[in-house]
């Protein structure tokens, strides 16, 4: 795994754990969509581990 990558996982980790102490709606899906994002720039890295 190539070192952005690495450092998409934390984010997405971190956004993970966040999302286990939001209870407001529009910071839930804001926190998805964040981790959406990151999740589709790792595929962007690395179309070949689709």
Aim: aromatic share 2%; glycine share 2%; net charge negative.
């Amino acid at each position: 795994m190539c070192d952005k990558c690495i450092e998409l996982d934390g984010k997405i980790e971190h956004l993970r754990a966040l999302s286990k102490w939001v209870t407001d709606q529009a910071t839930m899906e804001a926190i998805t969509q964040l981790v959406q994002e990151h999740q589709a720039q790792k595929l962007e890295l690395h179309p070949e581990d689709q």
